[in-house]
């Protein structure tokens, strides 16, 4: 069955650094998201993007963030200088264009320190 | 407003028993939910979902409720068994957001007992 992948599972970064998440959608899928999960807490949207453009963001994605799909596989989220509080688990996300239900990958744990 | 809260954050059921577990959501622009499980160490995983046309909808051992009165949302989990044990989210997507961008509640932790 076709999954939703992530790299890496774990960085680790020190404050002020730059980092760039890594997901690879289901190949037929169209419409693109990024989801972070501070420890203990609930799943918050970041942006969706469909033909390479953001399509909605959160508060949270502000000018320090950015997404890119620079080829037909892989989508991207940069973070260009990161703060402690930056610290969560990220999960991309991906769906078809008729459907709501989007697949999760398995999430990179983001450490700042 | 967006939010998407549990009534409880942890729920224990022995194996076997029937599991129930709750979500408010306070959105009524919302036309569509979803119950997500995640695992330890594991990214959401899709069990089932429902539109805010119906009010209930069937899957293997699951079921959702949707109580659009009191906006209510609850997944019943039949002959809970170990593997069932994990966190579960309920989410909401608003028929205002182009790409359906999905609101998550807290959680609830299910744990099931041999």
């Known amino acids: 069955e076709p999954e939703v992948t992530q790299t890496p599972s774990h960085q680790v970064t020190q404050m002020g650094q730059e980092v760039i998440l890594r997901c690879v959608p289901i190949?037929?899928?169209?419409?693109f998201y990024w989801y972070r999960q501070i420890l203990g807490q609930k799943v918050e949207f970041l942006v969706s993007?469909?033909?390479?453009?953001?399509?909605?963001k959160s508060e949270i994605f502000d000018d320090q963030f950015s997404v890119e799909r620079p080829d037909g596989s892989n989508f991207t989220l940069k973070i260009r200088s990161t703060k402690l509080e930056d610290s969560a688990m990220y999960f991309c996300a991906s769906k078809l264009a008729v459907t709501y239900e989007q697949y999760f990958g398995p999430g990179t744990r983001l450490t700042v320190t | 407003g967006e939010s998407v809260g549990l009534h409880l954050p942890t729920l224990s059921v022995q194996e076997g028993d029937n599991s129930i577990i709750n979500c408010a959501y306070s959105n009524s622009a919302s036309d569509y939910f979803i119950w997500y499980k995640q695992e330890s160490g594991k990214g959401p995983q899709f069990i089932i979902d429902i539109r805010s046309n119906m009010d209930k909808r069937q899957g293997q051992r699951v079921t959702v409720l949707l109580n659009k009165t009191v906006k209510h949302l609850s997944l019943q989990i039949a002959a809970t068994q170990p593997g069932d044990s994990a966190v579960y989210f309920c989410?909401?997507?608003?028929?205002?957001?182009?790409?359906?961008?999905?609101?998550f509640g807290r959680g609830t932790q299910l744990t099931v007992w041999p």
């Open positions: 190949s037929n899928h169209l419409y």
């Open positions: 993007f469909y033909n390479n453009e953001i399509s909605e």
């Open positions: 989410a909401e997507a608003d028929r205002g957001s182009t790409l359906g961008r999905l609101y």
